[in-house]
């Protein structure tokens, strides 16, 4: 018999994540750290607006693109976030989560052949995403040195004429990190000098410890080249729900809206009624666990500090990402060990591209309390390695 | 930082300087000397231990009586309300607006101990003129602490 599958999808690495899953599956008792979603429950007056659609009978497909009355609380919410105009009818539409607008911005955009330029770390979805679209990926390897920031440098000596598309994953899932509006600025003169498109994943844009969030699209040139995926998992801790967005111009909003009507139909229509909610109501929600998320962020740093461990200030999501390389174990064989001998799963930094060799993330979407336990152990550990 | 640090103690009275200091990102001696200027300009009122006493094998009942009073001329209900707080058991008293007048909270070995209490003490005071006592019979959420379980972790274990 011939074979069955796909080659382009046969090749595509499994998850680096998976193989560490499988161990802390299989484990009781465990601290787990390595949790990409908020452990805060969706606010109840969000949940109980989805009960409330589902008790009137709103069981039915909306329309494509998604509810009316939510892509315009979208298009507010931009206005009043980012001061970004979109106009509801044709420059936004619901997406299943931001994994199927980065999905879809991909397949909309690429051409076989043409480059999509990912930094890295980074999320696990963008490489294999491009290579589906028919793309090819191009890694850029953020350092340490900088915080994690893409530079326009790196932008730049990265570019060839193949070059269509940049990710921009920033605020960033693993390292933490942020771009401020002056990174922005340089990279965007590079950008609009090339004449490439960019898909910057803000997903993460309400969990920022500094300035508010600056959004590429904010710089003057840059709306028209940027899809922006954003949605209500890691603000509202709605990750069940499924629910994200993609904005951007009509002309690419409309070729992603094709491939979504056809592969999907519409989002689900339970987490947009709840989604409405969410976006009205919802602010003080948000602020409240970004206050949490900052105390441990903060605690971790002083933790860190307090048994010599390296690592940079984040500024963005709900991670820290120490370096480790001062003990001479690779990252899978530190968080290995660590996982065996305390009981506290981490993902090693490599999950999320080579170039996280060396480094841990660390996940603070856990309580205090956890994270107290957690580095407790951790410092014990490290006295450890480092007494050889 | 005033706000903040109010909100912060008041789910937690127990935690330390150094740690509220690590959380909020201020300096341990700027957070000593606001808790200070708290305390003595009576914003903090004292520091409260929430207890589930369903869970001890000390018995105790509690009860929020409601009572209508008669306000007196150039007093209101000032007096009255002082007359009744001063009794030890009595948890609270507040100025209600609606049906009645005061809510009284209290706390009593049994419910002849506080039955007792309502039929002695509050209703032969000369202003009360009625009063409602109702019985607490299941405490599910006080203070903003649910008490009837423990939240649980369901998520998957690791995700990207």
């Known amino acids: 018999m011939r074979s069955p599958l796909a080659d382009k999808v046969v090749e595509i690495k499994p998850s680096g994540i998976r193989k560490f899953f499988d161990i802390v599956s299989e484990m009781d008792d465990v601290i787990s750290l390595s949790v990409g979603e908020p452990d805060f429950d969706t606010p109840w007056h969000i949940r109980d607006e989805g009960i409330y659609s589902l008790e009137k009978g709103r069981t039915f497909y909306t329309s494509n693109a998604g509810l009316k009355e939510l892509k315009e609380e979208i298009c507010h919410y931009m206005k009043r976030k980012q ?3 979109y106009d509801p009818k044709d420059e936004v539409f619901l997406t299943v989560g931001g994994s199927e607008g980065i999905d879809a911005a991909m397949r909309a ?3 076989p052949g043409e480059e999509v330029l990912i930094p890295q770390p980074s999320f696990v979805s963008y490489e294999p995403c491009a290579i589906l679209a028919g793309g090819v990926p191009v890694i850029i390897e953020l350092k ?3 915080e994690f920031r893409l530079t326009a440098k790196e932008l730049e000596d990265a570019i060839t004429e193949k070059t269509k598309l940049l990710v921009l994953p920033f605020p960033n899932n693993p390292t933490g990190a942020i771009l401020e509006r002056k990174d922005l600025e340089e990279i965007a003169e590079v950008i609009i000098k090339h004449d490439i498109f960019v898909m910057s994943d ?6 920022t410890y500094k300035d508010k969030h600056v ?8 709306q028209e080249r940027t899809i922006l995926i954003n949605g209500f998992s890691k603000a509202y801790a709605m990750t069940g729900w499924r629910l994200g967005y993609a904005c951007g111009p009509k002309e690419i909003i409309a070729q992603m809206l094709k491939i979504h009507q056809f592969a999907i139909m519409c989002a689900p229509t ?4 709840a989604a409405v909610e969410a976006l009205r109501n919802g602010d003080e929600d948000v602020a409240e666990m970004r206050e949490a998320y900052n105390q441990r962020r903060r605690y971790l740093m002083s933790a860190f500090k307090e048994m010599g461990l390296e690592c940079f200030e984040p500024f963005g999501a709900f991670y820290v990402f120490p370096c480790i390389k001062e003990f001479g174990l690779t ?7 660590f996982l065996k001998e305390e009981k506290v799963a981490i993902v090693p930094g490599t999950a999320f591209g080579d170039c996280g060799e060396g480094f841990l993330r660390i996940s603070y979407a856990s309580s205090l309390e956890n994270l107290k336990i957690a580095m407790g152990r951790l410092a014990e550990f490290i006295e450890r390695l480092r007494k050889g | 930082m005033r706000e903040k640090l109010l909100s912060m103690i008041e789910k937690n009275s127990r935690i330390d300087v150094k740690e509220l200091a690590v959380l909020m990102g201020e300096e341990e001696i700027d957070i000593v000397n606001e808790l200070a200027a708290l305390e003595s300009e009576g914003i903090i009122c004292g520091y409260h231990t929430l207890i589930d006493w369903e869970k001890t094998s000390i018995e105790k009942v509690s009860a929020l009586i409601e009572v209508r009073v008669t306000p007196q001329r150039g007093q209101g209900f000032d007096n009255i309300a002082e007359r009744i707080y001063k009794y030890p058991e009595v948890n609270s008293v507040y100025l209600i607006s609606g049906g009645y007048d005061l809510l009284v909270t209290l706390e009593g070995k049994s419910l002849k101990e506080v039955s007792a209490f309502v039929s002695d003490k509050l209703s032969t005071l000369d202003t009360v003129l009625s009063t409602a006592t109702h019985f607490i019979l299941k405490k599910y959420k006080d203070h903003g602490t649910i008490l009837m379980k423990k939240h649980e972790d369901t998520r998957e274990k690791v995700t990207p």
């Open chain 1, 83 to 85: 001061g970004l105009e």
């Open chain 1, 109 to 111: 955009m690429l051409n």
């Open chain 1, 144 to 146: 340490a040195e900088n």
């Open chain 1, 202 to 207: 803000e997903i993460y844009a309400e969990l």
């Open chain 1, 215 to 222: 959004s590429i699209a904010e710089i003057p040139g840059m």
């Open chain 1, 270 to 273: 339970t987490s947009q009624y």
């Open chain 1, 331 to 337: 990252s899978d064989e530190f968080a290995t060990r």
